[in-house]
């Protein structure tokens, strides 16, 4: 059987697009004009800070420059400039967002830099909006916080490759007689702790890399839907003075682990104050939170009904065996559970949660040490075993929930929407390939992204088509 196939020409395909253009509005677009109604969403002061500021009226409108930020995340358009490329293509995209004329790539720019306070105070705002929406959607996991962090590598000379590779083959050449030097452990001593470009952008260990990154603290709740997103940089700290400055270490994953949970009050006690009508009920989080300190702070402090935070299996010594407790409290021996472990005071090191030591009850003070003269010690350390206690284990131990139960398996596998939504903002929305290495652009790109997946959201309740709360981009097909 021969089939005969259609040849288009360039003619043709010229006209079928002029028509569509001019007869068939984008489906996603016209929902978008006709349930969604910008400017009742945004904020009293928005407005005042945007035209007071010249004294007189604005070229562009507000709704216009947030509606052609929205349509850029929503369409995932990687900068500015290609943005301003198909607003000068599409008419409809145009008239959508209510532009005469296209602005320019500095307008844009500048609006980012200016407005930032007030596009995160947007951002906050939709939050609040579309809290009940959540609970409308699933009740449970609108009520599960989940908690990460991450970084967005900017446009600096230190994430090269070559700026790495060149200072190892600089070291590779200076030490050419000597192979017992390793230089990439040099090379890695020797970079700056932060960009040249940006001192807020610090060298950090992100997804097994090295790489230069302007961190952020982001929360979801069950449904992937974020409730928060906080910048730890040097206006951060200013706000939260208690916190100690983190240095540099011999292990990049304490680094990180040390930073995370130093964020986790001062990020959490900024949200509760910002949405005081919100609860939930339960939090999610990885093991770098894993601490004596933590499971206090959570349930007791914020009121959290469970907290899932998996062993940090650099907190406890698994190679040794665990000991029992007595109906007094007190460790015992792990291989003669008549005997008590001796208490010998507390313990207060910096960076973390006082705890009571115990030493091995054969152990003894022979004049310039402790020397264990167990027959039978459980460990190959000339002063005994010691264990540490404090008054957050219990909670440690039962967080509200059974630890590795069916339904703390089931829960915690909640926790990678977190993940999906971090990605969703990086790769579709295009934040992870920015081009900038301003930090007012970096979190005003971020925040707009957030924006963005919240009037999703409100969009997808008004249409009542809730399973596209997480994406327009079924509409636009």
């Known amino acids: 059987m021969v089939k005969h196939f259609y040849q288009l ?59 052609a930020l929205i349509l850029q995340k929503v369409l995932g358009i990687p900068t500015v400039s ?29 609006f980012k830099q200016d407005f930032v306070l007030q596009i995160e105070s947007l951002f906050h705002h939709l939050v609040d909006v579309t809290a009940p929406i959540c609970q409308s959607l699933d009740a449970k996991l609108a009520s599960t916080l989940v908690f990460d962090t991450s970084g967005i590598e900017p446009y600096v ?158 907190n406890s010594n698994t190679g040794l065996a665990k000991p029992g407790y007595n109906e007094s409290g007190w460790p015992l021996c792990p291989k003669d559970s008549s005997k008590a472990m001796t208490p010998c005071g507390w313990t207060r090191e910096k960076g973390r949660s006082d705890r009571f030591k115990w030493i091995c009850p054969e152990t003894h003070w022979d004049g310039r040490k402790r020397l264990c003269h167990c ?18 284990q219990d909670l440690r131990s039962y967080p509200g929930i059974i630890r590795d139960s069916e339904e703390w398996i089931t829960e915690y596998k909640t926790r990678c929407t977190i993940e999906r939504t971090i990605q969703f903002f990086k790769d579709p929305m295009a934040v992870g390939n920015t081009k900038t290495s301003d930090r007012f ?4 790109d971020l925040f707009l992204a957030g924006i963005t997946q919240l009037i999703t959201v409100i969009l997808a309740d008004r249409i009542h088509q809730p399973k596209y709360f997480r994406s327009l981009k079924p509409l636009i097909a």
């Open 9 to 67: 020409s360039l003619s043709d395909t010229y006209r079928d697009c002029e028509e569509v253009l001019q007869n068939n509005k984008p489906k996603f677009l016209e929902l978008l004009s006709k349930h969604m109604d910008l400017s009742s969403l945004i904020p009293a002061p928005f407005y005042w800070s945007y035209y007071k500021s010249l004294g007189r009226d604005r070229e562009y409108s507000l709704t216009s420059m947030l509606a």
């Open 82 to 110: 290609l943005l301003i490329l198909f607003l000068l293509l599409c008419r409809e995209a145009r008239e959508f967002c209510g532009f005469r004329k296209v602005p320019d790539n500095s307008r844009f720019t500048r």
């Open 157 to 314: 000379t230190e994430n090269n490759p070559k700026f790495i590779n060149a200072l190892i083959k600089k070291l590779k050449r200076a030490y050419k007689d000597n192979p017992d030097i390793d230089v990439y452990k040099m090379a890695y001593g020797l970079m700056p702790s932060c960009a040249s470009a940006n001192h807020q952008v610090k060298q950090l260990y992100i997804n097994g890399c090295f790489c230069y990154a302007y961190k952020f603290a982001i929360m979801t709740n069950g449904l992937g839907i974020v409730r928060n997103i906080s910048f730890l940089d040097e206006d951060f700290m200013s706000k939260h003075p208690e916190i100690e400055v983190d240095k540099k270490s011999d292990s990049p994953e304490e680094d990180k682990s040390i930073s995370d949970s130093k964020s986790l009050k001062p990020v959490l006690s900024d949200f509760f104050k910002l949405h005081p009508q919100v609860s939930y009920d339960t939090f999610l989080g990885d093991a770098i939170f894993d601490s004596f300190a933590t499971y206090p702070l959570l349930l007791k402090e914020f009121k959290f009904k469970k907290v899932l935070i998996p062993f940090n299996i650099r």
């Open 375 to 392: 027959p039978n010690p459980c460990t190959d350390k000339p002063s005994g075993r010691m264990i540490y206690t404090s008054s957050g």
């Open 441 to 444: 652009t970096i979190k005003a």
